[in-house]
């Protein structure tokens, strides 16, 4: 049995993405609790808990730290989300992001992370809102020059790399902050 743990009690800042983005994706919070949710913080296997606070400590000799934008996710969560975002978004658009098929969230070593800057504690943007979905995937900034796209793609890297080096990879369906333990 999975023993989940809230990242905050560890030392790595959190949330539960679709608690705190519930109107976002037309949820409630009733909805939620009926799935297991039942606030806005992040929980994880304890498994990844150390591997998490190692790639914390590498993260911050660069300037940044590290928080979690979701975790584990119950498959009725899966579901429920799913139906949501369909409704929203439509399948196609849904299915470019969402795998309810293997549900990789539901095994608890699974992290949507972001980087914080440990200066102000403001999350550091990896991408630009208006560049859409196509953003959300590794290597969108690769062959782009402007100075912007350099720095995404460069932060992009830099996660990618100290995750990968705490024994994480990168998703299936290749998004920059998603990664789980394997």
Same mark, same amino acid.
């Given at each position: 049995?999975?023993?989940?743990?809230?990242?905050?009690?560890?030392?790595?800042?959190?949330?539960?993405?679709?608690?705190?983005?519930? *109107?976002?994706?037309?949820?409630?919070?009733?909805?939620?609790?009926?799935?297991?949710?039942?606030?806005?913080?992040?929980?994880?296997?304890?498994?990844?808990?150390? =591997?998490?606070? !190692?790639?914390?400590?590498?993260?911050?000799?660069?300037?940044?730290?590290?928080?979690?934008?979701?975790?584990? !996710?119950?498959?009725?969560?899966? !579901?429920?989300?799913?139906?949501? !975002?369909?409704?929203?978004?439509?399948?196609?658009?849904?299915?470019?992001?969402?795998?309810?098929?293997?549900? =990789?969230?539901?095994?608890?070593?699974?992290?949507? @992370?972001?980087?914080?800057?440990?200066?102000?504690?403001? *999350?550091?943007?990896?991408?630009?809102? *208006?560049?859409?979905?196509?953003?959300?995937? @590794?290597?969108?900034?690769?062959?782009?020059?402007?100075? %912007?796209? @350099? *720095?995404? %793609?460069?932060?992009?890297?830099?996660?990618?790399? @100290?995750?990968?080096?705490?024994?994480?990879?990168?998703?299936?369906?290749?998004?920059?902050?998603?990664?789980?333990?394997?």
């Amino acid at each position: 049995m999975m023993n989940l743990v809230y990242t905050e009690d560890h030392g790595i800042p959190g949330i539960n993405y679709y608690w705190v983005r519930n *109107e976002m994706y037309n949820l409630t919070h009733d909805e939620l609790r009926s799935v297991g949710v039942v606030d806005g913080r992040s929980q994880v296997s304890e498994e990844i808990i150390e =591997p998490l606070k !190692r790639a914390d400590a590498s993260l911050r000799e660069y300037g940044y730290s590290l928080t979690t934008k979701d975790g584990y !996710r119950s498959a009725d969560l899966y !579901r429920l989300v799913y139906e949501k !975002r369909v409704a929203k978004y439509g399948k196609e658009e849904t299915d470019k992001i969402l795998n309810v098929v293997t549900m =990789p969230h539901a095994s608890g070593k699974v992290v949507d @992370v972001a980087l914080l800057n440990v200066t102000d504690g403001k *999350e550091v943007m990896m991408r630009k809102k *208006e560049d859409g979905t196509d953003a959300f995937f @590794v290597d969108f900034y690769r062959s782009k020059s402007d100075k %912007q796209s @350099v *720095e995404y %793609q460069r932060l992009q890297d830099l996660l990618f790399k @100290v995750m990968t080096d705490q024994g994480f990879v990168l998703g299936s369906k290749k998004e920059y902050w998603h990664f789980e333990l394997r």
